[in-house]
């Protein structure tokens, strides 16, 4: 059986109506249509096909062995076509959905905020949020495998666009009971001689401090390098050395008291963090949602930093 480009979704649902009501007329009450535009819509179908769909014989709507065939398939087009028609709407109504953002794990720590406050309004939108080096984003954005990402720098590439979401500085952690724990700011060089737990996952702000420390022919003793921040800040809290982090990812354990955070102010570094996402705007309903949502809050974030 060959079925030509012809055969439309509207013809299949007047095929399955005539094949339900075992009749022409039926089917066009219950289609509301005429019962010649019934029968004209059988015709394309069968010309398509090229084979007869309704034994014309016996008078009651009975279908061939092609009809048949036919009727199961339709079934199930119709079917998918109605499933396809409902996961649209309700991705548009945010029902359904998923928004992907790319992040390194210190952006993680930038997005929990916003994640929060979408989730409060849209609650069953899926937010996938992607480990996503600094480097690779702007590929990974114009690749379209993420909707959006974080970054601490604006991005050089004319298709993306960033908007602001506070800023950050790299702080010296260190428990509560260390030495450093009574002083406000230390120097590079007295932070280096301290037992030094690294990231060693590579980023721009953990090579401008490896550079720096170069340039200075400074000492930096790094005696251990984790995977995670928050195994990072774990060995900081369980006293086995000190770590230069950013401050937003340690916010909550520095208000417990679990860490204390010291300025080193030759590595302080302050960066601008900033959301991206492509120029030409070309976002689902939930991602567009989510942006939204990044709008108020930058504004929101700017008129704190400005009445500061």
């Known amino acids: 059986m060959h079925f030509a480009y012809s055969m439309t979704f509207e013809d299949l649902r007047v095929?399955?109506?005539?094949?339900?009501?075992?009749?022409?007329?039926?089917?066009?009450?219950?289609?509301?249509?005429?019962?010649?535009?019934?029968?004209?819509?059988?015709r394309r179908l069968e010309e398509a096909c090229g084979e007869r769909l309704i034994d014309r014989a016996l008078r009651d709507g009975t279908l061939t062995e092609a009809g048949a065939?036919?009727?199961?398939?339709?079934?199930?087009?119709?079917?998918l076509m109605e499933e396809a028609a409902t996961a649209v709407s309700e991705l548009r109504d945010m029902k359904k959905g998923r928004v992907v953002i790319g992040a390194n794990e210190a952006g993680v720590h930038t997005l929990l905020p916003l994640v929060t406050e979408f989730q409060g309004r849209f609650p069953s939108i899926l937010?996938?949020?992607?480990?996503?080096?600094?480097?690779?984003?702007?590929?990974?954005?114009l690749l379209r495998s993420v909707d959006f990402g974080v970054l601490s720098f604006a991005p050089p590439d004319r298709e993306l666009v960033s908007l602001p979401l506070g800023t950050d500085e790299l702080v010296l952690l260190v428990?509560?009971?260390?030495?450093?724990?009574?002083?406000?700011?230390v120097t590079m060089e007295e932070m280096g001689r301290q037992a030094v737990i690294a990231h060693n996952d590579p980023s721009p702000a953990r090579d401008r401090v490896?550079?720096?420390?170069?340039?200075?022919?400074?000492?930096?003793?790094?005696?251990?390098?984790?995977?995670?921040?928050?195994?990072?800040?774990?060995?900081?809290?369980?006293?086995?050395?000190?770590?230069?982090?950013?401050?937003?990812?340690?916010?909550a354990e520095i208000r417990r008291g679990q860490l204390v955070e010291v300025k080193v102010p030759e590595l302080r570094?302050?960066?601008?963090?900033?959301?991206?996402?492509?120029?030409?705007?070309?976002?689902?309903?939930p991602a567009q949602a989510f942006l939204e949502v990044v709008r108020k809050y930058g504004k929101r974030a700017s008129t704190r930093s400005t009445s500061k």
């Open 127 to 141: 937010i996938d949020v992607r480990r996503v080096h600094s480097r690779q984003m702007a590929q990974e954005l």
């Open 269 to 285: 570094s302050p960066r601008q963090l900033r959301f991206v996402y492509r120029r030409d705007g070309e976002l689902s309903h």
């Open 175 to 185: 428990p509560p009971g260390h030495p450093f724990a009574q002083r406000k700011q």
């Open 210 to 251: 490896l550079r720096l420390y170069e340039t200075r022919h400074a000492f930096l003793n790094i005696l251990m390098s984790l995977p995670s921040l928050d195994g990072i800040k774990r060995a900081v809290e369980t006293g086995l050395g000190v770590a230069l982090l950013p401050r937003r990812c340690a916010q």
């Open 69 to 79: 065939v036919l009727l199961d398939h339709a079934q199930r087009v119709l079917r």
């Open 15 to 42: 095929f399955t109506a005539v094949a339900t009501e075992r009749s022409f007329s039926r089917a066009a009450r219950t289609l509301h249509r005429t019962q010649p535009a019934v029968s004209q819509a059988i």
